[in-house]
C-alpha cells in the first residue's frame, strides 16, 4: 500500500480499494502508544440510523504486529478484540473490510465507485477515542480515474483529493464519510459558506447547474432561519448524492451529507418543469441540512457522548426527526422553490399517513422516538398497528406548535428553535428546555399541551389550527385499500402485505402473506390481477367472497365492503375521525403570511 510521508495522528489509519471486484478495501490502523493489552471495536451502529448493524460481520483477515512481532488478538464479544501487545512500540493492525451496501449507512465498493462511513471501517481504539486521528486514502491502480470527497480536514493531498485527512478525534473521523469515484461535482458559496455537490450515477440528462442553483437557495435560508445574517457553524459542507436506479434516503452528518436518489429524479436539462420526484429530492437535501443544526448539535442530552457498543435511547426523536420533517418543506417554500398550492398539497399527505396509521392510537410519538431500534427500523407486516412514525407525526406535532404559537401571537416556532440553539450552546438539550423556553418566550406553560400531543394518543387539533391560519381540512373519499384496511402489492394478482386493525379486511379474516386470486359476487367467480378489479365486479354489492391463497390452500373468506365515508365511532353519533382530507385555502394572506414566516 503506498505511504504518506506527512506526519501521522496517534492513532492512524490507511485504507485503500484494494480488490473492487471483490468489494474488498484493505485497512490498517497504526497506535502510536498503545496500551498493553489495547482494546479496540467496531461500532454496531451510526449515529442518525437507529438501528443496531452490526458492522463487524463484514470485517475480516485481523491480524495485529509489533515490529516484525505478530501479535495475538483474542475476540471479547461480537465486535471487539484485545491486543496482547506492550506499550513500548506502535501496535499495527491489517484488516479487510467487505462493503457490498449501496446506502448511505455503511460502505460499498465496486469498479466504479466507492463509499464508507468510518463506523463501518475504522476500529474504534478504546482510550484514545479523544485523541487526534488522521486517514490516509490511498489511490491504487484501480482507482486511477477516481476523485475523492469528504468533509475531512485535508492535511496533504493530490489534485484529486487522495492523501492524509485529520480529525480532531474519533467522533468526527466517523462523522465524515468518503466518497470515491469518476463523479460529478460542482461549488457555491452560502452567506460566505464553501459548499461542494458531488454526484455519482448521474444520466447525461442531469442538470447540474440547476440543481447547484436550488440548492444554494435552501443553504442560504437555513442558515438565515437559524442565524440571520450571522456565521454558520461549519466552515465548509459537502454533499454527496448518489444516484441510482431506484432508491431514496440520506444521513446527516456535522459537515456533509449522505444522499440517495433515483435518477430519473435529478433535474433535466432542457426541462424547465419541476416533477415531483425532483421535489422530494429538494426536501430530502433542505431535511439532512437542517440537521445540521437540529441533532448534529442540538441534540438529545442521552447523545451527548455516543456509546457506539449498543442501542442509545432518547424520547425525542419526534422533535429531532419531526420538527426538521416539519421545517424541510416549508424551508423549500421560503426559498421560493415551492408554491404554497404544493406545500399544501405535500402536507396533505402526511396528514393521511398519520391519519392512515392506527398504531397513533397505540404508540405515543414519544414512545415510538424510544423504540425506534426495534418498531421503526426493524418493520414488518403488524408495525402500522403497532406504532406511528416519529417523523410524520413530529412533523404535525410541530405544525400544531407553530400554528397555535402564531394564533396566540407572541412568538413562532422559528423564535423557538433559535431561542433553543441559545439556551443550550447548540448542544445536548431535554423537552424540560424546549417547555422552558415555550414559557418563556409565548408567556404561558405548554406542558399540557405538549402532553395531549406528544405523550398521548389524542388526535391533533389540526383542523382547528389549519383553519385559524386559512386552511379548511375536509374529508374526502379514501381509495378501496385504505377502505378495505390493506396495504398490497399487485403483480398479476394481488399480494397482501399488510392488514390493518379494525379494517375490513381484519374482519374477513385476510392476512399478510396472502394472495388474493379472485372474488365471488352472486354466484359468479372472478378473476382479479389488481385491487380496483374487487370494487369493479362487486359494483353496489357489499357482501362477497375473498378466494385467497395461503400455505398452499385455497380459501373463501366472507367480505363486507365497507362505504367510501368513515363510519360513526361506536357509542357516538358523530363521524369516527377521517382517515383521508384533503386542505383547501380559504384565505391565501392568512396561509401566506404563516408559510412565509412572518409574525
Known amino acids: 500500500m503506498p505511504k504518506t510521508t506527512a506526519p501521522h495522528a496517534p492513532v492512524h489509519y490507511e485504507v485503500a480499494a484494494a480488490n473492487p471486484q471483490a468489494h474488498l478495501y484493505q485497512v490498517t490502523l497504526t497506535i502510536a502508544q498503545p496500551q498493553a493489552r489495547q482494546t479496540v471495536s467496531l461500532p454496531v451502529w451510526i449515529p442518525g440510523s437507529y438501528l443496531v448493524r452490526e458492522f463487524a460481520k463484514n470485517l475480516q483477515n485481523l491480524r495485529a504486529r509489533q515490529g516484525k512481532r505478530a501479535v495475538p488478538l483474542h475476540q471479547g464479544d461480537k465486535h471487539s478484540w484485545v491486543a496482547e501487545c506492550r506499550e513500548d512500540a506502535p501496535l499495527v493492525l491489517t484488516y479487510e473490510v467487505c462493503a457490498y451496501d449501496n446506502s448511505v449507512r455503511t460502505a460499498w465498493l465496486d469498479t466504479a465507485r466507492g463509499f464508507f462511513n468510518g463506523t463501518s471501517?475504522?476500529?474504534?481504539?478504546?482510550?484514545?477515542?479523544?485523541?487526534?486521528?488522521?486517514?490516509?486514502?490511498?489511490?491504487?491502480?484501480?482507482?486511477?480515474?477516481?476523485?475523492?470527497?469528504?468533509?475531512?480536514?485535508?492535511?496533504?493531498?493530490?489534485?484529486?483529493?487522495?492523501?492524509?485527512?485529520?480529525?480532531?478525534?474519533?467522533?468526527?473521523?466517523?462523522?465524515?464519510?468518503?466518497?470515491?469515484?469518476?463523479?460529478?461535482?460542482?461549488?457555491?458559496?452560502?452567506?460566505?459558506?464553501?459548499?461542494?455537490?458531488?454526484?455519482?450515477?448521474?444520466?447525461?440528462?442531469?442538470?447540474?447547474?440547476?440543481?447547484?442553483?436550488?440548492?444554494?437557495?435552501?443553504?442560504?435560508?437555513?442558515?438565515?432561519?437559524?442565524?440571520?445574517?450571522?456565521?454558520?457553524?461549519?466552515?465548509?459542507?459537502?454533499?454527496?448524492?448518489?444516484?441510482?436506479?431506484?432508491?431514496?434516503?440520506?444521513l446527516e452528518h456535522r459537515n456533509s451529507t449522505a444522499l440517495i436518489c433515483g435518477r430519473r429524479d435529478l433535474p433535466r436539462l432542457g426541462d424547465k418543469r419541476q416533477s415531483d420526484g425532483y421535489t422530494t429530492l429538494l426536501g430530502l437535501i433542505s431535511h439532512e441540512y437542517f440537521h445540521t443544526w437540529n441533532v448534529k448539535r442540538l441534540r438529545p442530552a442521552e447523545f451527548a457522548t455516543y456509546d457506539y457498543d449498543q442501542e442509545n435511547y432518547t424520547q425525542l426523536l419526534w422533535f429531532f426527526e419531526g420538527f426538521t420533517s416539519y421545517y424541510d418543506d416549508l424551508l423549500l417554500r421560503r426559498a421560493g422553490l415551492i408554491d404554497d398550492a404544493t406545500y399544501l398539497k405535500l402536507i396533505t399527505k402526511t396528514i393521511n399517513q398519520v391519519l392512515q396509521t392506527p398504531g397513533r392510537k397505540v404508540q405515543t410519538v414519544a414512545q415510538a422516538s424510544f423504540d425506534a431500534w426495534v418498531k421503526y427500523y426493524r418493520q414488518d407486516e403488524n408495525t402500522p398497528n403497532a406504532t406511528v412514525s416519529y417523523y410524520t407525526k413530529g412533523s404535525l406535532v410541530a405544525l400544531c406548535l407553530d400554528l397555535k404559537l402564531r394564533q396566540e401571537g407572541k412568538t413562532t416556532l422559528d423564535d423557538v428553535m433559535r431561542g433553543l440553539w441559545s439556551r443550550c450552546k447548540a448542544g445536548p438539550m431535554a423537552e424540560a428546555d424546549l417547555l422552558a423556553v415555550l414559557e418563556k418566550l409565548a408567556g404561558r406553560s405548554y406542558a399540557r399541551d405538549l402532553q395531549q400531543w406528544v405523550h398521548s394518543t389524542d388526535e391533533l387539533p389540526l383542523a382547528e389550527l389549519l383553519a385559524a391560519h386559512g386552511v379548511a381540512v375536509k374529508s374526502e373519499p379514501a381509495q378501496l385499500a385504505q377502505r378495505l384496511g390493506l396495504r398490497v402489492a399487485e403483480n398479476h394478482s394481488v399480494q397482501i402485505k399488510t392488514v390493518l386493525r379494525g379494517g375490513a379486511a381484519e374482519k374477513a379474516g385476510l392476512a399478510p402473506g396472502d394472495e388474493w386470486l379472485g372474488v365471488q359476487v352472486k354466484g359468479q367467480g372472478w378473476r382479479i390481477s389488481k385491487l380496483d378489479d374487487v370494487g369493479f365486479y362487486a359494483g353496489s354489492q357489499k357482501q362477497l367472497i375473498a378466494v385467497v391463497a395461503r400455505d398452499g390452500r385455497l380459501l373463501e373468506l366472507p367480505l363486507q365492503m365497507p362505504g367510501t365515508s368513515p363510519a360513526p365511532a361506536k357509542g357516538r353519533s358523530r363521524p369516527a375521525t377521517p382517515d383521508n382530507v384533503g386542505l383547501t385555502c380559504t384565505d391565501a394572506t392568512a396561509t401566506s403570511r404563516w408559510l412565509a414566516g412572518s409574525a
Open 121 to 250: 471501517l475504522c476500529l474504534r481504539v478504546h482510550g484514545q477515542e479523544a485523541a487526534h486521528h488522521s486517514l490516509y486514502v490511498a489511490p491504487t491502480p484501480a482507482t486511477s480515474a477516481w476523485s475523492v470527497a469528504t468533509g475531512l480536514a485535508p492535511l496533504k493531498t493530490d489534485k484529486k483529493g487522495f492523501g492524509l485527512y485529520g480529525a480532531a478525534h474519533y467522533d468526527e473521523l466517523v462523522d465524515c464519510p468518503v466518497e470515491m469515484g469518476d463523479f460529478w461535482q460542482g461549488h457555491f458559496t452560502a452567506c460566505g459558506v464553501a459548499h461542494r455537490f458531488v454526484v455519482a450515477g448521474a444520466a447525461p440528462s442531469f442538470d447540474g447547474e440547476r440543481l447547484l442553483a436550488d440548492t444554494q437557495k435552501i443553504c442560504e435560508t437555513a442558515i438565515r432561519f437559524w442565524h440571520g445574517k450571522g456565521k454558520a457553524p461549519f466552515g465548509s459542507y459537502l454533499f454527496m448524492l448518489n444516484a441510482v436506479h431506484d432508491g431514496y434516503g440520506g
